[in-house]
């Protein structure tokens, strides 16, 4: 194909130094794969962070995406010319073609979706990830009832979810309140509280507040519950002052913990976006690279979570912001750096495609 040299993409190198390439190889879909052209990339700081973080690299940047399909396997549900939304996997010796901050890309057809028209595409590219992060947190590693399917012995059971204002953090909420989980407790900066109670919040605390956990215990007394039985950590900070331990003093030792990422504290148990597959990573300190294996059961499970957000989109589930990056791939590779330090703030980002 003539495209060859117009293949422009955000990329880490042989000693994770992030930069931009141009005229990268034009990707080739292998057994089961579609070929897409990108119209929208969505950003998450696992882009930059499974580089530094997880030794994944050399490697296109990127797992979310919406795009059309510019070719499919015979017999797939996908057409030429279709728009679809999904990501892609994850891992060390991540194949370039897998990338989605790049002009074109080849998605498993297994970890994409139609775009229904309710669903704006930009909205599309940065609901994969996060979606299937806390789907995988509240249906498989706490084992709630999926949306729609209430479960009255385990709805009544309270929840935490710290951060609540991150990208994970809203979906949990939300995928809570369809799956009638009550009461559900956050964590937030008080300006995000009107809207966590918007979405299925049942009451918010300043995680900043001295006495945070002290509230958090007065409020379970206040509806006679006994202690939290789930927590979910979606900011994955660590040390004396991290989320984590935060979170973990508001509890007791018996609550079930999640963090979104690897903590030292045995007790929390992490999530994973693509149990689908297995993926080998290579954790900072780690003397030797780890494998996480595949759990195909809990990726159906949650998929099925991801699938009813996308029907529900707009209605009962949401983004509150989506900003879109268009222009020159530099920018795009500034905004991605300030997403992953943390600095960025509120809202999910999307690149529009091709990046300049």
Known sequence: MSQTNTNTGLYADEQAIFRVRRGLEFPVPG???????TQFSGANPADVKHAT???IYPA???????????QAPPQSSFSPGDTVAGYTPTGLNRPARYGTHQRYLVCPEEMAFHVPANLPPQHAACLSVVAMT?????YNLFELPLPDTQNTEKASRPLLIWGASSSVGLCAVQFARASGIHPIFVTASPKRHSLLL??????????????VSSQIKFALEEGQWDSVSYAFDTVGSYGETGSAKLMSDCVSDQANLVSVVIQHDPRFKMPFATPNRDVTIRVQGAPRPITIPA??????????ALQWAVANYGAEFEFPSVDVVSGTAETALEE????ADGTRGFGKLALEHPLL
Do not use: H, N
């Not at 057994?31 to 052209?37: F, H, P, S, T, V």
């Open 31 to 37: 057994d089961g794969e579609l070929l897409i052209e």
């Open 53 to 55: 973080l997880l030794g």
């Open 60 to 70: 296109v940047l990127g797992y979310d995406f919406c795009g059309k399909v510019l």
């Open 134 to 138: 806390a789907a995988d947190t509240l």
């Open 198 to 211: 918007e979405l299925g919040a049942t009451k918010c605390f300043d995680y900043r507040s001295p006495d």
């Open 295 to 304: 759990r195909p059961s809990d990726y159906v499970r949650a998929w099925q």
């Open 336 to 339: 991605l750096q300030v997403m």
